[in-house]
């Protein structure tokens, strides 16, 4: 099917490094209070073999599905390969869903059994495990957890390691990815071994990884990206990946991995950037840098601050990133190429190339992938063969996904130009149509918007109004500004001339007739955003719609939603 080496599947890179590196360092483990735990791959082999007994010796059919609800660790990573290597298929969820979800995937995927790892809610996502299924604990699980399971350590020491090296073909199912549902309940997106072999053997081609690179792994290892770049580029190429201890850590986590690629959504460059403000003004930054011999020792002291010294590729995706960041980070010496795609392609879909100025796009096709517009809706519309076996389940959903000749249709709008660089213009589906008859896309408005530094979050709205409007979420910094009546003062003058900027770049139609910005926090806990940071927007109509005819009359052009 994929025309891809078998030497290139999943398990067989395991057994490649077990066999040709056994000593080497895979994985850097954080282990509280500055300690750390490294795993050489012949470490990763064994625990993974004793694992995989362990699971296999549990008589479950073949293609059975093991469920994973973690943050990133060592443990994930082996859970995965032990899973695979038992013959069955794992099911990861992120580490930051509701009870109710929990129960859904578990249902809905007829997992057989848990592995409860390192959690921050697990109080609160303990309802969700259906009672009576199997779960398992690692060395890092809370401790009610730990009381309550059999833990990893305890499982391998007591299992001898499965001697045999068992294969899995490329056409069998490897892993279920819950999409983060930002329209509703998430799909199961089904993906087999060659799919992930050949998406990562066409990305080596733009992203260029190898054995001697650093990765940090922090991104939900349940999200595509993660799981593509991190998990299946470590199986590749042998590099070695150190993980994120928690949020509170996460620059020193940085430092100590001082990664040589780099991946985040756009949220956190976003506060990387805010972090560097908040140190040296703006203005004083850009002056610094325009001053030859300086300018250089400021970019490399800056780079070295974020831990990103030695990062030789940044990118970013999952979202927009706007414009004006992009160029921004460029100044410092750090170029961010621009990603695009799904969980249904494996986010394999386009990147920017390195090297060249395609700001604004989000690039050409990686290799082999092929890419169209449907000349009515103006929907981008893609090919190759990463794209999912479908649905879980849901054979009516997936055939709504693909027109009848093939191709995956992305929800996305866009254009393709001559030198066929695509530019995202919007969600098919976000697109609304004012009470003036105007169709407005609100994607490029927030990607402005949300430059502002005390902006967090922010969605542009206005089906049926005279004019469009925006919601924000503050910062943690601007929520405390705002606390005293002067701070609000300044925050709402300083809000009310990025918008007249804005405006002044908008067609008239487009021109939003005020801000509303919130100081409660859109979290995945109150269901705002998704855990990949994406903003719900069907759920933000929920919450504040029955507002906006109030909001449009106002007569302000900033206002304070409690």
């Not at 891809?4 to 282990?31: C, F, G, N």
């Not at 030695?310 to 980070?329: I, K, S, V």
Request: with cysteine.
């Amino acid at each position: 099917m994929t025309k891809i080496s078998p030497d290139y599947l999943a398990l067989q890179r395991l057994y490649h490094w077990e066999k040709t590196a056994p000593s080497r360092v895979a994985l850097t483990q954080p282990m509280g209070g500055g300690a750390v735990q490294d795993f050489t791959w012949a470490q990763v082999a064994d625990h993974s073999r004793r694992m995989a007994a362990h699971l296999k010796a549990q008589g479950w059919a073949p293609g059975s599905k093991v469920a994973i609800l973690s943050k990133n660790c060592a443990w994930w990573m082996m859970s995965d390969l032990a899973i695979w290597m038992a013959g069955y298929v794992s099911v990861p969820l992120y580490p930051t869903l509701a009870p109710e979800t929990i129960t859904q995937i578990l249902t809905h995927s007829e997992s057989k059994a848990l592995f409860v790892g390192k959690l921050d809610g697990w109080e609160q996502m303990k309802p969700g495990v259906p009672a009576g299924l199997p779960c398992m604990s690692y060395p890092l699980s809370p401790d009610d957890a730990k009381r309550a399971y059999e833990g990893w350590d305890a499982i391998v020491a007591r299992t001898a390691p499965m001697k045999e090296s068992p294969t899995r073909g490329e056409d069998e199912l490897a892993t279920l990815i819950y999409t983060s549902g930002t329209t509703g309940m998430p799909k199961g997106v089904m993906h087999s071994f060659g799919n992930f072999a050949w998406a990562l053997d066409r990305g080596l081609g733009r992203i260029p990884l190898g054995q001697e690179d650093r990765m940090l792994s922090y991104l939900p290892l349940a999200h595509v990206v993660e799981r593509m770049l991190v998990e299946h580029g470590w199986l590749r190429t042998s590099m070695h990946v150190y993980f994120a201890e928690s949020l509170d850590t996460f620059a020193a986590d940085l430092q100590r991995a001082r990664p040589t690629v780099f991946f985040s959504v756009p949220r956190l460059w976003v506060k990387f950037q805010q972090g560097i403000h908040h140190k040296m003004p703006p203005a004083k930054l850009d002056r610094l840098l325009g001053i030859p011999l300086i300018g250089g020792l400021v970019r490399k002291k800056i780079r070295k601050a974020l831990g990103l010294d030695l990062c030789r590729f940044a990118a970013g995706g999952a979202a927009p990133m706007p414009l004006a960041l992009l160029e921004w980070y460029g100044k410092l010496g750090l170029a961010i190429n621009e990603g695009y795609g799904m969980t249904e392609n494996l986010a394999l879909s386009h990147i920017t190339e390195s090297g060249k100025n395609q700001r604004g796009t989000v690039g050409p096709t990686y290799p082999d992938v092929q890419q169209r517009i449907d000349p009515e809706t103006g929907e981008i519309q893609m090919k190759s063969l990463a794209l999912m076996q479908g649905y879980y389940k849901e054979p009516e959903k997936t055939a709504e996904v693909f027109t009848p000749d093939g191709w995956l249709k992305t929800g996305d709008k866009g254009s393709i130009d001559a030198q066929g660089l695509l530019r995202i213009t919007g969600r098919v589906k976000d697109l609304f149509k004012t009470g003036k008859g105007k169709y407005v896309a609100p994607a490029p408005i927030e990607d402005k918007l949300v430059m502002h530094p005390a902006i967090e979050a922010c969605v542009v709205t206005g089906a049926n109004l005279g004019q469009p409007l925006g919601i924000a979420m503050l910062n943690a910094d601007a929520v405390a500004q705002s606390a005293s009546a002067d701070g609000r003062a300044a925050l709402e003058t300083s809000l009310a001339a990025h918008i007249k900027a804005i405006n002044a770049t908008l067609d008239p139609h487009e021109r939003l007739q005020c801000l509303v910005v919130t100081t409660t926090a859109w979290t995945v806990d109150n269901d705002v955003i998704t855990p990949t940071f994406k903003v719900k927007r069907n759920r933000i109509e929920d919450l504040y719609a029955r507002h906006y005819e109030a909001w449009e009359n106002s007569g302000k052009s900033v206002l304070w939603q409690a």
